[in-house]
C-alpha cells in the first residue's frame, strides 16, 4: 500500500523559514509528478507546487519567489521562505502514480504567526 509520509511542519514567526519532507513507502515505480497543496480553514485546497520527472517545478502565484520545491526520486522537499501568515495552513504532499492515480499525505500544519 502506498503511503506519503509528511513531516517538518510547525510553528514560526513571519518572515521565518520552514521545511517540509514527504517520503513515499510501499511503491515499486516512480512517480511522475510530486508536489504540494495547501488548504486554509474553510477555504479550498490550492497548489503550492508542482515538480515532475525532470525536476521541472511549477508554483502557484502565491509563494513564486519565496517557496523552493525539489524532488530526490520519490522524496518531495518543499522550502518556505519569507513565511506571511496568509502561509498558515495545513500541507498536503501529492503524488501521481500509474494511470494518474493520486496520491495524498494525512498532512502537516503550517502556522506563522504575524
Known amino acids: 500500500q502506498v503511503q506519503l509520509a509528511e513531516s517538518g511542519g510547525g510553528l514560526v514567526q513571519a518572515g521565518g523559514s520552514l521545511r517540509l519532507s514527504c517520503a513515499a513507502s510501499?511503491?515499486?515505480?516512480?512517480?511522475?509528478?510530486m508536489g504540494w497543496y495547501r488548504q486554509a480553514p474553510g477555504q479550498q485546497r490550492e497548489l503550492v507546487g508542482l515538480?515532475?520527472?525532470?525536476?521541472n517545478t511549477n508554483y502557484g502565484d502565491s509563494v513564486k519567489g519565496r517557496f523552493t520545491l525539489w524532488r530526490d526520486y520519490n522524496k518531495v522537499y518543499l522550502q518556505m521562505n519569507n513565511l506571511k501568515p496568509e502561509d498558515t495552513a495545513v500541507y498536503f504532499c501529492n503524488a501521481v502514480g500509474l494511470r494518474d492515480v493520486l496520491f495524498w499525505g494525512q498532512g502537516t500544519q503550517v502556522t506563522v504567526s504575524s
Open positions: 510501499g511503491v515499486v515505480f516512480r512517480f511522475s509528478n
Open positions: 515538480v515532475n520527472k525532470d525536476g
